[in-house]
């Protein structure tokens, strides 16, 4: 786990000596730019919050980036899924084994695909990785979904990986993945299973296809005096 106290402190303590330098100002001036309420200092508007948000976030990167280059081996992890826009987010992690054994998994960011395509799933991969000051030397293993794009042999992103990096590189199918795809086919041939989502699935088209059923099923939870919830899939 990485030290959060630690980093956050440190965190508080450069955007506070960040504020007091802030246009070439000092002392009382300084001061009165990040005052709230009355005389003391808050750190409540957006602009400081978000401002500390990416001071955090980049301290917690530099010590994951830190960590790899001090580790005996690590593994890169990487997934897309698209957000509500219908845009390709790809979210990067790394799997670190540090010198004595001990094994880590961390988030390091997460970006917007230009494509699904293997080559550009690589190029922005390699780009993120660089950016941050990561090198290859000690990378051993990727792993991805069973996507052909992703875990095709000859075509997918670990051939290329494979290819560009290191034939070293092994590839396994996340294990996350594996697990999700036994459950479905598993839940697909129980019948009590398929009743049970049949039925949640017409309860659902019951109470949604028009707004008096729907005014209906909310009027029945104040009477049994319950949290009205609006059914969303």
């Known amino acids: 786990m990485l030290p959060s106290v630690t980093i956050l402190k440190r965190c508080i303590r450069k955007k506070h000596e960040a504020i007091v330098k802030v246009g070439g100002r000092s002392g009382t001036n300084a001061t009165k730019m990040v005052k709230g309420r009355g005389s003391k200092i808050t750190f409540l508007s ?43 987010q790809l979210s990067i992690c790394v799997r670190i084994v540090d010198r004595v054994g001990y094994c880590s998994e961390h988030l390091l960011c997460c970006k917007r695909a230009p494509g699904a395509t293997a080559q550009q799933l690589y190029d922005t991969i390699v780009d993120a990785l660089k950016s941050r ?9 990727q792993t991805y979904d069973g996507a052909s794009n992703m875990s095709g042999y000859y075509n997918g992103l670990q051939a290329i990986f494979r290819d560009e990096i290191g034939s070293n590189i092994v590839y396994t199918h996340c294990y996350a993945h594996t697990l999700n795809l036994v459950l479905s086919d598993s839940a697909g041939t129980a019948i009590n299973v398929i009743s049970l989502f049949s039925d949640l699935e017409k309860t659902y088209t019951l109470f949604s296809q ?20 609006s059914l969303k899939r």
């Not at 530099?62 to 593994?75: D, F, L, N, P, T």
């Not at 028009?210 to 319950?226: G, N, P, R, T």
């Open 210 to 229: 028009s707004e008096k059923i729907h005014s209906m099923f909310e009027s029945a939870q104040k009477v049994q005096k319950l949290k009205v919830l």
């Open 133 to 141: 000051g990561i090198t290859f030397g000690k990378i051993v293993a």
């Open 46 to 88: 957006n602009k400081t919050q978000n401002n500390v948000i990416d001071v955090i976030g980049k301290e917690i990167t530099g010590e994951i980036v830190k960590r790899i280059h001090e580790c005996k081996a690590w593994a890169l992890i990487a997934d897309t899924t698209p957000d509500v826009s219908h845009h390709e």
